[in-house]
């Protein structure tokens, strides 16, 4: 395994060639917890990875330019990428109780929001899918501006008054009470209670291009990478502290026990209705395009 920071050029054609595959994914907890067996060569048989980190609101947008052989991406950015890459069935993040959450200064109820502005981590992202169809359901008129920032800003800028609510995701689940915020709404308790599905948030994808043979291959390593994780936690635990970003090692337990489950291992009948379900609802609300009948068929 070889690795680098953040941003990237187009890659993988040489390293196709020499069997590597190159691969950007976030340095969250769940991430390097779910990568660390398959990138560090300890799954046999799985093809040699060079990494780039990255978050997801970046790789949502190397996916879009072509770059890169594997990634880690929004589920909510599938329909502009599924010509050229394929969903895995596994690697990425679904769950329950595990969805995004609105935060604002003061407690209150959602038609406060109306009008107002909120900040988001991106408009290519699942929470703001979930955001966007959770408001159409409980903010009457609609919120007023959405101003997009790297979501480890978006916390200070709601205590800071610099926006009257904020959209958080990973981590944040865990500590937005440090800021003094209150939660207004959990989108994934929204999206649970009105589709009995799980939450998607992120997705691997893995370009068609290599072929049934390779992106099966590929396939078995992860979910072998996960059950090895699983089976012996401690052996990934210097590469998940080593790219927390400072993160408590307790916080960082809790991301992982969070969004690492069995989805994780295999979507299965429930992960992949709840993938259609959302995107389906999404092209409704004309947020994102209309996905093609067999989009999602791996591989």
């Known amino acids: 395994m070889s690795e680098s920071g953040t941003g990237g050029g187009v890659r993988g054609t040489a390293d196709e060639e020499a069997g590597r595959l190159s691969i950007a994914y976030s340095p969250c907890p769940n991430d ?90 991106s408009e290519r992202s699942t929470a703001y899918l979930l955001f966007r169809l959770w408001a159409a359901d409980q903010v009457p008129g609609g919120v007023g501006e959405i101003v997009v920032m790297p979501f480890h800003e978006i916390m200070p800028a709601v205590r800071d008054g610099k926006v009257d609510a904020g959209l958080v995701i990973h981590e944040a689940r865990f500590t937005y009470q440090n800021y003094g915020l209150h939660k207004l709404a959990d989108m994934g308790e929204h999206w649970e209670a009105t589709t009995g599905l799980p939450i998607p948030l992120g997705a691997i994808i893995a370009r068609r291009s290599l072929g049934a043979d390779r992106l099966t291959a590929l396939a078995q390593a992860l979910r072998t990478s996960v059950r090895m994780a699983w089976d012996d936690p401690a052996a990934s635990r210097p590469y998940v502290l080593a790219h927390a970003q400072e993160m408590d090692a307790d916080v960082a337990d809790q991301h992982i026990g969070l969004y690492v489950n069995e989805f994780t291992a295999d979507l299965g009948e429930d992960g992949y209705a709840a993938v259609r379900g959302l995107l389906t609802r999404a092209a409704a609300e004309g947020l994102v395009p209309p996905l093609a009948p067999d989009a999602l068929r791996f591989p």
């Open 32 to 121: 390097t917890f779910v990568f660390d067996a398959v990138a560090h060569g300890r799954v046999p048989g799985a093809p040699a990875l060079d990494v780039t980190f990255a978050d997801i609101d970046l790789t949502n947008g190397m996916a879009e330019r072509g770059e890169y052989d594997v990634l880690k991406v929004s589920y909510a950015a599938l329909p502009w990428l599924l010509d050229e890459y394929a969903l895995l069935p596994c690697g990425g993040a679904l769950g329950r109780g595990c969805g995004p959450l609105v935060l604002t200064r003061e407690a209150s109820l959602p038609g406060a929001l109306a009008g107002r502005t909120v900040a988001v981590p």
